[in-house]
C-alpha cells in the first residue's frame, strides 16, 4: 500500500484558472504535512506547510482532513510560473522520514 | 536566505567505483536526510541521521551505503560499488527537527556507466 497516493495529472489549466489538487495518506499516525513543489529535474521546494484548521498563502490554500487522511491544494488565478510537479509529503510516525507523493503535474496555458 | 548545497551537481562514475557526494546542510539544523529520486520516478527516502548517527533507513539504503558527518558542516553519503541502477538524482535535506519543514540541496546527478 502506498502512503501517499495523489493524482499525477497531467492538469493542463488556462491562466487565471482555479485549480485543485488532492491526496490521501495511509499512516494515521503522521504528524506533519506539506506540499512541495519540483520544477524540472530540480529539488523539491517547500510551498506550504498544511494544517487541520486550513491555511492559506495568497493565492495558495492548503487543507487537512485528518478524519479522512485526505490533504488539499487550491491555487486561484494560475499564472505561467506555477506550472511545476506539485508533491504531497506526508512525515512518518517517528517524524523521521518524509513520505513523498509521485506528484501531480500541472502546466498553465497562455 | 540560508540554504543547503550539495557538492558535485554532476558525477558520472563507472560500475564498481565508489563516490561520495557532498552535502552542506543548514547551520542550525539538527536532522539530516539523503533521497533519491530515479528519472521520472518519485522521490525516495534513504537515509536519516541525528546526533553523529542514523536513526532511520530505508531498505534501499544497504550495506553499499554509508553517511558520515566528518566535520560541523559536511554530510556525506558514499556508495561503495556502484551498480547502474544507482544512477539517479541524490537530494541531502536538512530540518530543525522532527516532523518539521525540510529543506532540499539542488541535488547531485549520479550517472554510473
Known amino acids: 500500500r502506498k502512503e501517499v497516493e495523489q493524482d499525477p495529472g497531467p492538469f493542463n489549466v488556462p491562466e487565471g484558472a482555479t485549480v485543485a489538487f488532492n491526496c490521501t495518506y495511509s499512516n494515521s499516525a503522521s504528524q506533519s504535512f506539506f506540499w512541495y513543489r519540483q520544477d524540472c529535474r530540480k529539488e523539491p521546494k517547500l510551498l506550504m506547510s498544511?494544517?487541520?484548521s486550513g491555511n492559506e498563502d495568497g493565492r495558495f490554500t492548503a487543507q487537512l482532513n485528518r478524519a479522512s487522511q485526505y490533504i488539499s491544494l487550491l491555487i486561484r488565478d494560475s499564472k505561467l510560473s506555477d506550472s511545476a510537479t506539485y508533491l504531497c509529503?506526508?512525515?512518518?510516525?517517528?517524524?523521521?522520514?518524509?513520505?513523498f507523493g509521485t506528484g501531480t503535474s500541472l502546466t498553465v496555458i497562455p | 536566505e540560508p540554504e543547503v548545497t550539495q557538492t558535485p551537481s554532476h558525477q558520472v562514475t563507472q560500475m564498481g567505483q565508489e563516490v561520495i557526494l557532498r552535502c552542506v546542510p543548514i547551520s542550525n539544523h539538527l536532522y539530516f536526510y539523503w533521497y533519491r529520486q530515479i528519472l521520472g520516478q518519485k522521490v525516495e527516502f534513504l537515509v536519516s541521521f541525528y546526533n553523529n548517527e542514523i536513526s532511520e533507513k530505508s531498505e534501499i539504503f544497504d550495506d553499499q551505503f554509508s553517511v558520515e558527518r566528518p566535520d560541523g558542516s559536511n554530510f556525506t553519503l558514499k556508495i561503495r560499488s556502484t551498480k547502474l541502477e544507482d544512477s539517479a538524482m541524490y537530494f541531502c535535506?536538512?530540518?530543525?527537527?522532527?516532523?518539521?519543514?525540510?529543506?532540499f540541496g539542488q541535488g547531485t546527478r549520479l550517472t554510473v556507466v
Open positions: 535535506a536538512s530540518s530543525e527537527g522532527l516532523n518539521t519543514e525540510a529543506f
Open positions: 498544511v494544517y487541520s
Open positions: 509529503v506526508v512525515t512518518s510516525n517517528t517524524g523521521n522520514q518524509f513520505y
